[in-house]
């Protein structure tokens, strides 16, 4: 074997090995986007009244950035005193509510941030793979 040979052999196997990794990272992501929408599917038909709101919410110009949230009872709203616009999600209109964000949040669509020595009400923030997933989702 000549040294042409043996590089030539080694380019090409080095070559053959990025391929076939990267057809494995490929289909790796591909699984985990297609389990990831599934879950995302799943959650939707069991709380679609609160992930249509929420979905409403983000699809809002006013709302583009916005990420974190209150959840109150409708008569408490005159209670949130804040110096800027809020989302808000009140406990009256949602059936069992706090259960509802509990399941988002163990699968990480949601991040309960609030403060005990600070906050009056519960605080939530949206992950963003879960505001994407809203504004991706077709109603």
Known sequence: ?????????F??????GVVIAHSWNTHAAQEAISKLKNLFDRL????A???SEIKRDMDNPDYQFQREFYVIKKNQRFSLSLPR????????EHNDLENQLRNLEAHG?????TD???DKFARYVLSEKFVELLRNKQV
């Open 1 to 9: 074997m000549d040294i042409l040979t043996v590089v030539f052999s």
């Open 49 to 51: 009244q609160l992930l």
């Open 11 to 16: 380019i090409a196997g080095a070559a053959i």
């Open 85 to 92: 616009p809020c989302l808000v999600y009140y406990l009256d």
């Open 116 to 118: 005990p020595n600070k």
């Open 44 to 47: 939707w038909q069991e709380h």
């Open 109 to 113: 669509f949601v991040i309960n941030v």
